[in-house]
């Protein structure tokens, strides 16, 4: 019984109930107040007009007799008339002197003379009490003569609003309970329809997706109805389309997965396509900046070992011609020490020109070595830039450039020293493609020092006052094949691989600032010790 009682409190019925109830128990109580107040008013009210007239009648009805003092006619009269025991209207009357002693009472003699009721009292004497006792003066042609003293009651008044309050009350407690009756017909009505559409989403939830809600009605529920069935409508027709398509998934997955692995095939090979070409490109370029040190080393060694091939060429001419002077027996002590002098001259000339060519071949040689691999071994980086200085400052001499070398002394590395010559060989070579393209006088400044807390990297910064890049390529100049002189001697490698071989091979970071017009400088931080892990390009 609780449990019924608590949904039911707990329901859109029993919130209804109550709500109703509430409502029109507060506005019955208020229509009862407010007739009770009225009705009182009004009872009020004719007491009061009934006390006003009883007082006028009795006091042109007495005066005379008192005037003639023939109380005993009066007296006869008032018992005639009044009744102690009614329950409406005049009950006693009494005549009083100027000083208020008794001259005629129809009380009898074992009831006093109550006191009279203040008019202020007079609602309440009237409504509680049921007697009102009245004093007035007894007056004659405006002359008081003495007091007259009544009572009225209003018992039957008080009866006869009571009942009428009891008749309202029962009046108004039926049609409350009528409405209250109709009110929650109406919601059960409403409850009901909504308890129906709650089974239906539940049902709906556990997957009869087939439910309906039967419709009667114009009113708002039966257009929320009508949705109703049009959402599991939809519902199950979208449950439908996805059975249907789960059918089929497995074999559409299936379809999907041999066309991806295709894909993907494909996309496998020509991934490994372009890698290939990639590392041909980027062997291309080291190749190519290989045979423009061949070229550059070969058109300086031509000059020695050409003034080498001259003099000993000259020797051989002085040697035959002092051994002919010589069989001839013509040999004197001023050719031979001609002779000797031009000897010396020779091996000096011979002497120089070979260990120029021999310092050539060992820079070369030991550039060439590095570029082409990259096997990692110890090295002081001021003695690696004195081996790469000379092959670099060979491609300065027919233009008006200024090759700055300042590397500290201490820094020892144990790195990757082909990458890195490759690196600044290739920043060498970008300069003067790019940056001095069309001047012809111009520095490249190539620094290097300790960086960090700890001095455990190295900070090379290679600059140039050329004609600089523009903001909007700075973005790109490490993307590979992007460049500025496609076709005419630039293939959008150069910043790409050295880029790769910093930060991938050397375990670094590269990084460019340039402004137009005014140079280019790059900042390549490295550690000293190069990391093992890193992945080659």
Same mark, same amino acid.
């Given at each position: 019984?609780?449990?019924?009682?608590?949904?039911?409190?707990?329901?859109?019925?029993?919130?209804?109930?109550?709500?109703?109830?509430?409502?029109?128990?507060?506005?019955?109580?208020?229509?009862?107040? +407010?007739?009770?107040?009225?009705?009182?008013?009004?009872?009020?009210?004719?007491?009061?007009?009934?006390?006003?007239?009883?007082?006028? /009648?009795?006091?042109?009805?007495?005066?005379?007799?008192?005037?003639?003092?023939?109380?005993?006619?009066?007296?006869?009269?008032?018992?005639?008339?009044?009744?102690? !025991?009614?329950?409406?209207?005049?009950?006693?009357?009494?005549?009083?002197?100027?000083?208020?002693?008794?001259?005629?009472?129809?009380?009898?003699? +074992?009831?006093?003379?109550?006191?009279?009721?203040?008019?202020?009292?007079?609602?309440?004497?009237?409504?509680?009490?049921?007697?009102?006792?009245?004093?007035?003066?007894?007056? $004659?042609?405006? =002359?008081?003569?003495?007091?007259?003293?009544?009572?009225?009651?209003?018992?039957?008044?008080?009866?006869?609003?009571? =009942?009428?309050?009891?008749?309202?009350?029962?009046?108004?407690?039926?049609?409350? $309970?009528?409405?209250?009756?109709?009110?929650?017909?109406?919601?059960?009505?409403?409850?009901? =329809?909504?308890?129906?559409?709650?089974?239906?989403?539940?049902?709906?939830?556990?997957?009869?997706?087939?439910?309906?809600?039967?419709?009667?009605?114009?009113?708002? @529920?039966?257009?929320?109805?009508?949705?109703?069935?049009?959402?599991?409508?939809?519902?199950?027709?979208?449950?439908?389309?996805?059975?249907?398509?789960?059918?089929?998934?497995? *074999?559409?997955?299936?379809?999907?997965?041999?066309?991806?692995?295709?894909?993907?095939? @494909?996309?496998?090979?020509?991934?490994?396509?372009?890698?290939?070409?990639?590392?041909?490109?980027?062997?291309?370029?080291?190749?190519?900046?290989?045979?423009?040190?061949?070229?550059?080393?070969?058109?300086?060694?031509?000059?020695?070992?050409?003034?080498?091939?001259?003099?000993?060429?000259?020797?051989?001419?002085?040697?035959?011609?002092?051994?002919?002077?010589?069989?001839?027996?013509?040999?004197?002590?001023?050719?031979?020490?001609?002779?000797?002098?031009?000897?010396?001259?020779?091996?000096?000339?011979?002497?120089?020109?070979?260990?120029?060519?021999?310092?050539?071949?060992?820079?070369?040689?030991? /550039?060439?070595? +590095? *570029?082409?691999?990259?096997? =990692?071994?110890?090295?002081?980086?001021?003695?690696?830039?004195?081996?790469?200085?000379?092959?670099?400052?060979?491609?300065?001499?027919?233009?008006?450039?200024?090759?700055?070398?300042?590397?500290? +002394?201490?820094?020892?590395?144990?790195?990757?020293?082909?990458?890195?010559?490759?690196?600044?060989?290739?920043?060498?070579?970008?300069?003067?493609? !790019?940056?001095?393209?069309?001047?012809?006088?111009?520095? /490249?400044?190539?620094?290097?020092?300790?960086?960090? @807390?700890? *001095?455990?990297?190295?900070?090379?910064?290679?600059?140039?006052?050329?004609?600089?890049?523009?903001? *909007?390529?700075?973005?790109?100049?490490?993307?590979?094949?992007?460049?500025?002189?496609?076709?005419?001697?630039?293939?959008?490698?150069?910043? !790409?691989?050295? !880029?790769?071989?910093?930060?991938?091979?050397?375990?670094?970071?590269?990084?460019?600032?340039?402004?137009?017009?005014?140079?280019?400088?790059?900042?390549?931080?490295?550690?000293?010790?190069?990391?093992?892990?890193?992945?080659?390009?």
């Amino acid at each position: 019984m609780i449990v019924r009682l608590s949904r039911f409190f707990h329901s859109l019925i029993g919130y209804f109930s109550i709500t109703a109830a509430l409502s029109f128990s507060l506005l019955i109580a208020g229509v009862f107040y +407010d007739g009770n107040r009225t009705l009182k008013t009004a009872v009020f009210e004719n007491v009061k007009s009934s006390i006003s007239q009883t007082s006028q /009648i009795l006091n042109m009805t007495v005066s005379t007799y008192v005037i003639r003092n023939d109380l005993k006619t009066v007296k006869i009269f008032f018992s005639e008339m009044l009744d102690q !025991h009614a329950e409406n209207g005049l009950i006693y009357v009494a005549i009083l002197d100027s000083e208020a002693k008794v001259l005629l009472s129809t009380l009898s003699s +074992d009831n006093q003379l109550a006191l009279p009721t203040p008019e202020i009292e007079f609602e309440k004497a009237a409504l509680i009490d049921g007697v009102i006792h009245i004093r007035n003066p007894l007056l $004659l042609a405006h =002359r008081e003569m003495g007091y007259l003293q009544y009572g009225f009651s209003t018992k039957s008044l008080i009866n006869a609003t009571s =009942r009428e309050q009891q008749r309202s009350l029962l009046r108004t407690s039926a049609i409350m $309970l009528a409405t209250l009756i109709v009110t929650l017909f109406l919601g059960w009505r409403i409850s009901a =329809r909504l308890k129906q559409m709650a089974r239906a989403s539940r049902a709906i939830v556990s997957g009869q997706y087939d439910q309906k809600i039967d419709i009667a009605g114009r009113d708002e @529920l039966a257009a929320l109805g009508n949705d109703f069935n049009q959402m599991a409508f939809e519902i199950n027709k979208k449950i439908n389309e996805i059975t249907i398509l789960n059918q089929t998934l497995e *074999q559409r997955v299936a379809q999907r997965t041999s066309e991806l692995e295709l894909s993907n095939r @494909l996309l496998s090979d020509n991934l490994q396509y372009l890698k290939n070409t990639q590392t041909q490109l980027v062997n291309s370029e080291k190749l190519a900046s290989l045979g423009s040190l061949v070229a550059g080393v070969a058109h300086e060694l031509n000059t020695p070992i050409g003034n080498a091939l001259t003099v000993a060429t000259s020797l051989i001419d002085k040697v035959s011609q002092t051994q002919k002077e010589y069989e001839a027996g013509n040999l004197k002590k001023s050719l031979l020490e001609r002779h000797f002098n031009t000897l010396n001259e020779a091996s000096y000339l011979l002497t120089t020109n070979i260990l120029r060519a021999s310092e050539l071949i060992v820079s070369f040689k030991t /550039i060439a070595v +590095d *570029q082409t691999s990259e096997l =990692r071994r110890k090295f002081n980086l001021k003695k690696l830039m004195s081996e790469l200085e000379p092959t670099l400052r060979l491609q300065l001499k027919k233009r008006k450039l200024e090759l700055r070398v300042d590397i500290a +002394d201490d820094i020892a590395m144990d790195s990757f020293p082909g990458p890195l010559t490759q690196v600044i060989f290739n920043l060498f070579n970008n300069s003067l493609l !790019h940056a001095f393209d069309d001047m012809d006088e111009g520095e /490249i400044d190539i620094r290097a020092s300790l960086f960090g @807390l700890t *001095q455990d990297h190295v900070l090379i910064s290679f600059s140039d006052n050329g004609a600089g890049i523009a903001e *909007q390529n700075l973005v790109r100049v490490f993307d590979p094949f992007f460049t500025t002189k496609f076709g005419q001697g630039g293939s959008g490698l150069g910043l !790409h691989i050295c !880029h790769n071989l910093v930060e991938a091979v050397l375990g670094g970071s590269l990084k460019v600032f340039s402004e137009v017009g005014k140079g280019t400088r790059f900042e390549i931080l490295i550690p000293l010790y190069a990391p093992d892990n890193l992945k080659k390009p």
